[in-house]
């Protein structure tokens, strides 16, 4: 008689098996069988393997995979496709922080500062480009162009220097972002994420928020810890599809001295990482709003010959950009004269400004830009 105990059971029980065509067949065969599939096991090793081949194509859903169970050591590399993904399945929400995507703001990293390095004190006024001072009470902020204490992708900063008085943390530096052509908002009715890089040294005393000035509405990021190193600050905000106005906002709620760098206002539930323009791309969004119109000693000449005294000339300058709206012009500075009066503004729209230059007698006149400080400023703030 041949029998052969079968591999794929535990324990001490063994289902044992004929091998030959003359074995009997006993009724404690059955009794075996029967206390053998008891203990039956398919631990690793024993048991029939299964083929993937034998599991049909979509019988394994989403549904039957517990959330996060799958993890990245599971998937080989390359083998997640964008085929894999159905159309328009990744959603704002799925993204990292470091996933870049298109800034709002304007000089957003501080990188432009047209109007001078600083101080910058008044309020109401600008300090960085497109980057206004609002001070309430008795409060007082000091905003300078920074190039120490900068953040990564950055080589400058605004270095603010705050002493609370009356304002009760209202004290500000605000920015209005990014608008239509027309001057509408151009974020009305969409979700946006606002992300400011501070460094400070003095807990709780900065933090920044999304301004709905609809609603009236602060929605604030938590404060700095105060630990003198840089910290992400973000703040994410549903627009009301009616909302005529948004401001981004740095608020100081304590003496203190932070260094503000690499804000990015982005579309979507996720903060954005800073991600750096083109040099001159930053800048020709500063010129939207502002420009200097002969920085340099000499750069506008305006020359010609009176026949008599009193004889008018007007010149067309044209901006380095179109601006946003009609923008308040300003000469200024001691021009260099030759038989000519100081230049006069003739006129001025959203493309150019007329200068004019009247001939004091007969001969060559003439005004240029000699001496420092002596420009025409364009300043269009929508």
Not at 330 to 357: C, E, F, I
Request: net charge negative; hydrophobic share 40%.
């Amino acid at each position: 008689m041949a029998r052969t105990n079968a591999t794929n059971f535990s324990g001490g029980l063994q289902f044992p098996y004929a091998t030959a065509a003359n074995d009997i067949f006993k009724k404690e065969d059955v009794q075996v069988l029967a206390q053998a599939v008891d203990q039956h096991t398919h631990a690793p090793g024993l048991g029939h393997a299964l083929a993937a081949s034998a599991i049909p194509n979509g019988t394994i859903t989403s549904a039957m995979i517990a959330d996060g169970t799958i993890a990245t050591a599971d998937l080989a590399d390359g083998s997640v496709t964008t085929a894999k993904h159905a159309d328009a399945s990744v959603t704002n929400a799925k993204l990292a922080s470091d996933v870049g995507r298109a800034n709002l703001l304007t000089n957003g990293g501080f990188e432009n500062w047209q109007r001078g390095n600083g101080p910058f004190a008044t309020n109401g006024g600008f300090c960085a480009d497109r980057w206004a001072l609002s001070i309430a009470g008795t409060d007082t902020l000091s905003v300078s162009m920074n190039a120490a204490n900068w953040d990564v992708a950055s080589v400058r900063s605004a270095a603010c220097t705050f002493v609370l008085g009356s304002g009760a943390g209202q004290t500000c530096l605000l920015q209005i972002p990014i608008r239509t052509q027309d001057g509408n908002i151009a974020v009305a009715g969409k979700t946006i994420s606002l992300s400011v890089r501070v460094k400070a040294s003095t807990a709780n005393a900065v933090r920044v928020a999304i301004f709905d000035g609809t609603a009236s509405l602060n929605t604030y990021s938590a404060f700095h810890t105060g630990d003198g190193t840089y910290q992400s600050l973000t703040a994410t905000y549903a627009v009301p599809s009616n909302n005529a106005t948004i401001q981004v906002v740095v608020y100081f709620a304590a003496s203190c001295t932070a260094y503000l760098d690499n804000a990015m206002l982005v579309v979507g539930s996720q903060p954005c990482d800073y991600v750096p323009m083109h040099p001159a791309d930053d800048l020709a969004r500063c010129l939207r709003y502002y420009e200097v119109l002969g920085e340099t000693s000499g750069e506008i000449s305006l020359t010609s010959y009176a026949g008599a005294a009193s004889a008018p000339f007007d010149w067309t300058l044209p901006y380095k950009a179109r601006k946003a709206v009609t923008p308040t012009v300003t000469k200024n500075g001691t021009w260099s004269l030759a038989n000519a009066s100081q230049p006069a503004l003739n006129g001025s729209g959203v493309g150019s400004v007329v200068v004019r230059v009247t001939g004091t007698a007969t001969g060559t006149v003439s005004a240029v830009n000699t001496a420092a400080g002596t420009n025409i400023t364009v300043e269009a703030n929508p």
